[in-house]
């Protein structure tokens, strides 16, 4: 292990977010918001100072590349400091009186959640509400991905920490060198948020409300500026161009990469994808029928609330149109499943995810298989090719340790004299990035009721579900520290 | 597949049940029930005539022993049979007037599952309640077992059929020969319940009530024959004498047999072992804790509902001494937790087991050093014995589909308009055999107000979880029916 190339590399990513934050301090400016500028400037100083100083110190400790430790120590660490930072503004600027809520939202934020604690928001100070949503859209494609975007100084090392960025079970290389195929990404990424925005202002929404909406779905965040999230605009337009992004947002950014190079190929034969469009289409069909029945007069009406709150769930991006839990125990049901299910690898969104589902599912019935002819070999396919035994005994530990930390989360939360579905879909939406749940989580309330200990718990179960685990567990075993 | 001989083992099945039925008869006729003894005698007598005919016919079909497909189609269409078989008398007697409800109430009890759609139960004729008890008996060391034991004509195929019914990860022999095992077993068994039946007794019961809890007892069943479960007694000796034995009845029944013959080596390096009883202690104690402080003055009275109501739902046992329901939530998340683990490997107990539990936490920890060390090899112990990687990926595909079903279940109970907790604890107190959930299937409640369909669905979630999944599925992929 190397503490010091940890501590630098966490020093660029934190210069990182500081040049961001300038940005908030320019929508600041142009709004006339001169009471919030300190609550940027100031972190932004003592960073810039700290940082800075600690990198000229050490500039000449050689260009030893990170490990393999060292790159688990420098995302758990770098997205836990990053949410610490981006904390500060709501803090600083008494938006959010406490640290630990501040802490909370901008943790949420990074994570692209979308809880929150805030319970009035339309009235805050734009360039808060902004920066806000800006944390979603940095840790949607991801600050390590951005950092090995910007820095190539990386070099070999870079891909070790994408990897324990996103540790999923496939990181498709989409050109040889890390560092290009990160900037590609972020490029893909900056194209949809503009064509989004520019589609949400052709609604009729303004600049800024466009372009949080826009932070809050491609990233699968969820964050609004509204008290009422999208339900807000009551818009049937508005609905689907963010469904439409929704969904977009939470297939592999790969695959766009492939289709915008005109490899189509690989769309129709991706296992992961089919799955994906398939539950979307199902859900939705059933909920929208479901709704025509005993809620909307119109299946128009009830076919746009269905689509856009099965893509709100499943893509773990959070945004309400209507208070789901008015809706049929049914269409509930269905909602509380897809939590369990998440968006594609590779993508924005978050969950079990639904590559995990299939190859899990595919491999139960192997299992079933093998007990009729115990001794034939049956090689497990996705997307046409056979996948290691190794992978899907990742997969299948990932999946006990998701639904064990849920339990336990669950059970943390239900000592704050919560109810317990309430506290399970409390764990269930930060752990998997949701957002909101049922009960006293659900989609018109927040999570601002919690005690002080319940949100830390809450804190680091987004943090885990967003690193996919492994990456933050693996500094709790012993094994890690030992020499 | 040789259907005439599955069907053969079915019909010797059926007709030990019938021999069975024939001891409530006896209790009919000593409380002079005379109403209800057509209600056994008529299926008893048409059984007898058709499956009778059935062996005579067939005698001369051969001595082939059953196949492996044969096993899961004998134990799958055997227990199904049973049940049809063992609902005739709350049928026929009138007792329960619906088919699709007694048929509930039978599988129920077969599967020692325990949920009731009787909502007045003191006032049913005491045959009655014996039967529906005994069902838990027999279901509880299993009526293929049963079947083994009593017919050594079964030969070698013994051994698959008893695999079929109880395919968890060890099925450890005892003695060379399965028919014996088997016999041993179920000796373990007998004693178990004489002697608890006697202690009950001693506490105050009558013979029928301390005989028909014993068999709730060790069955891990939980069928009562009062109103309000074991409560009724509001007796610590009862209360402790009924804590005790069920948390004998879900450990493994060989290591009661190692115990027995003096083996008590086995007993202190039992990984299995040692988790269930750490998982029992800390939560009682972790309860008991919370209920002195919030509910109950005296810390043994805490200590006493506490330990009753974590064995009852730790075993699957499903009795209640207490509306656990108006408990502090941190109380109710410990009892959700209970519910995912289950009984030992080879007890009575329904749910995932604690073998299972243990194996995928040693290996999702296994996942993180491999993430250390990505070539070194670190072995899964269990027992001081290494787990080989095919057993680890059968149980990984357990849980996964155990939980996917779960998710399911909890969809097809919404359909009846239940709300969501209600419907996630009714499917897994089914599909765990427990019994009792949260909600409108909590311990002061029952199953009676469901619609028939989802009575099914619940019914087939209770055999699919006492035949541990796969027994049952494999029946459904299009593989088992081939040539």
Redesign the interface.
């Known amino acids: 292990m190397n503490p010091k190339i940890v501590l630098r590399i966490i020093s660029y990513l934190l210069l990182i977010l500081c040049a961001f934050m300038l940005t908030a301090v320019a929508v600041a400016l142009y709004f006339r918001e001169f009471a919030v500028v300190p609550a940027f400037m100031v972190p932004v100083a003592l960073t810039v100072v700290i940082v800075g100083l600690f990198l000229l110190v050490t500039r000449n400790s050689g260009r030893s590349q990170p490990s393999?430790?060292d790159g688990?120590l420098f995302v758990s660490g770098g997205w836990a400091l990053a949410a610490a930072l981006g904390a500060l503004p709501f803090y600083l600027s008494g938006t959010i009186p406490s640290y630990c809520d501040a802490y909370f939202e901008s943790i949420s934020g990074f994570t692209t959640t979308g809880a929150s604690i805030l319970t009035e928001i339309q009235s805050l100070p734009r360039a808060i509400l902004f920066w806000r949503s800006l944390t979603h859209w940095l840790g949607g494609m991801g600050i390590v991905v951005l950092t090995v975007a910007i820095l190539p100084l990386l070099g070999v090392g870079g891909l070790q920490l994408v990897k324990a960025e996103a540790p999923g079970p496939t990181v498709d290389k989409i050109t040889p060198r890390i560092a290009e195929t990160a900037k590609y990404l972020w490029y893909i990424y900056l194209g949809m948020t503009i064509v989004e925005t520019l589609l949400l202002m052709g609604g009729g929404m303004g600049f800024l409300d466009a372009l949080t909406h826009t932070f809050g779905t491609v990233a699968t965040g969820g964050f609004s500026t509204m008290n009422i999230s999208v339900a807000h605009f009551d818009s049937a337009y508005i609905d689907w161009v963010i469904t439409f992004f929704m969904v977009i947002a939470g297939m592999n950014f790969v695959l766009h990469f492939r289709l915008l190079t005109g490899n189509l190929q690989n769309l129709f034969v991706n296992t992961e994808l089919k799955a994906y469009l398939l539950i979307f289409f199902t859900a939705t069909l059933m909920i929208a029928g479901k709704l025509h029945l005993e809620v909307y007069q119109s299946f128009t009406e009830a076919l746009r609330y269905s689509a856009f709150q099965v893509a709100s769930i499943l893509t773990t991006t959070g945004f309400a149109t209507a208070d789901y839990e008015k809706w049929?125990?049914?269409a509930?049901?269905?909602l509380?499943?897809l939590m369990?299910v998440g968006g594609c690898s590779g993508s924005t969104g978050g969950g079990i995810k639904v590559i995990r589902i299939v190859t899990?599912?595919k491999?139960?019935?192997?299992?079933?298989?093998?007990?009729?002819?115990?001794k034939a070999v049956f090689p497990l396919r996705f997307s046409g090719q056979v996948v290691g035994?190794t992978i899907?005994?990742?997969i299948?530990?990932?999946?006990?340790?998701y639904?064990?930390i849920l339990?336990?989360v669950?059970?943390a939360v239900?000592?704050a004299?919560?109810?317990?579905?309430s506290?399970?879909t409390a764990a269930l939406a930060t752990l998997g990035n949701i957002g909101p749940g049922?009960g006293v989580v659900g989609p018109t309330k927040n999570y601002a009721h919690f005690p002080d200990f319940v949100k830390w718990v809450l804190s680091f179960a987004m943090m885990a579900g967003r690193l996919e685990l492994?990456t933050v567990?693996?500094l709790f075993?012993p094994?890690?520290w030992r020499r």
């Open positions: 393999f430790k688990f049929p125990y049914m509930q049901a269905i509380l499943l369990f899990l599912f491999q139960a019935v192997n299992e079933m298989k093998y007990l009729i002819h115990p035994k899907v005994y990742a299948s530990g990932f999946f006990f340790l639904i064990t339990l336990l669950t059970f239900s000592l004299g919560v109810d317990l579905l506290a399970l049922f492994y567990f693996v075993t094994m890690f």
